[in-house]
T-cell receptor, first 112, second 118 residues
Framework: GENVEQHPSTLSVQEGDSAVIKCTYSDSASNYFPWYKQELGKRPQLIIDIRSNVGEKKDQRIAVTLNKTAKHFSLHITETQPEDSAVYFC???????????FGSGTQLTVLP | EAQVTQNPRYLITVTGKKLTVTCSQNMNHEYMSWYRQDPGLGLRQIYY???????DKGDVPEGYKVSRKEKRNFPLILESPSPNQTSLYFC?????????????????FGEGSRLTVL
């Protein structure tokens, strides 16, 4: 099955700075990579995703990049704000089954 | 309103006492799944279902059962709960399709069920 590693586990940034979270995956057949945000006490929600036929996707202050050769993808948040504080999860599908494997999560804290 | 509803939201029980966590979605999604969330381990898939009467094991199925008799419902059953099943559980349904045999699209999660087994 898929193995997804996520780093760092915790990240603190000053408001206005950028944050980058990186994930690596093991299954070269994986073709879809979502990112979920979970605010404290809330459910995870999809914030952005990327498919394997593109290298980068942006949505306002967030972007995701994908390097299929190296089997890693990253979440970039620019101009961070306090409301960006949350746990972020990356995920990748198994190449042989309809499963989605999540990374272990990154606790992002944006300091005012 | 599109939603995934789980019950109960909070439960404290004792070892060996059978319990069921219900999950219902109103979006007519074919794919549903159960995850457990533990600190430092992220979200781990317990079971999933691609459609009515079709269920498959995820990464951590031991000690759990599921059923999918209707499209909207996907209950999680703990026949004999043990303390290592103390966790936060999420049900989810998938809005999207399949590409290359893999799920694509958004998982809609329920609000979570926090289970404590004493």
């Amino acid at each position: 099955g898929e193995n997804v590693e996520q780093h760092p586990s915790t990240l603190s940034v000053q408001e206005g700075d950028s944050a980058v979270i990186k994930c690596t995956y093991s299954d070269s057949a994986s073709n879809y990579f979502p990112w979920y945000k979970q605010e404290l006490g809330k459910r995870p929600q999809l914030i952005i995703d990327i498919r394997s036929n593109v290298g980068e996707k942006k949505d306002q202050r967030i972007a995701v990049t994908l390097n299929k050769t190296a089997k890693h993808f990253s979440l970039h948040i620019t101009e961070t704000q306090p409301e960006d504080s949350a746990v972020y999860f990356c995920a990748a599908p198994s190449g042989s089954a309809r499963q989605l494997t999540f990374g272990s999560g990154t606790q992002l804290t944006v300091l005012p | 309103e599109a939603q995934v509803t789980q019950n109960p939201r909070y439960l404290i029980t004792v070892t060996g006492k059978k319990l069921t966590v219900t999950c219902s979605q109103n979006m007519n999604h074919e794919y549903m799944s159960w995850y457990r969330q533990d600190p430092g381990l992220g979200l781990r898939q317990i079971y999933y279902s691609m459609n009515v009467e079709v269920t498959d094991k995820g990464d951590v199925p031991e000690g759990y059962k599921v059923s999918r008799k209707e499209k909207r419902n996907f209950p999680l059953i703990l026949e004999s709960p043990s303390p290592n099943q103390t966790s936060l559980y999420f049900c989810a349904s998938l809005e999207g399709g399949v590409a290359g045999g893999q799920n694509t699209g958004e998982l809609f999660f329920g609000e979570g069920s926090r289970l404590t087994v004493l």
